[in-house]
């Protein structure tokens, strides 16, 4: 958000992709490449958690046996 000489924050525009700009997105990443599949497990893990990407990129695999 962008603040104002008062320090207060200014309005954002919060909006969601449409279901048709989502489907485009998605549609993006080359499948026949590893890094691409990666890259598009990525992108719907933000989406649907809405977690920031720093927060994903934190994440561990842990292997429970």
């Not at 320090?7 to 449409?18: A, E, G, P, T």
């Not at 998605?26 to 990525?42: A, M």
């Amino acid at each position: 958000a962008k603040y104002s000489k008062k320090k207060q924050f200014l309005k954002v525009d919060n909006r969601f992709f449409s279901e048709d700009e989502l489907k485009i997105l998605l549609e993006q990443p080359d499948l026949t490449k590893t890094k691409e599949k990666r890259n598009l497990v990525i992108m719907i893990l933000v989406y649907d958690t809405g977690a920031r990407i720093q927060e994903i990129l934190d994440l561990k695999l842990v292997i429970c046996i």
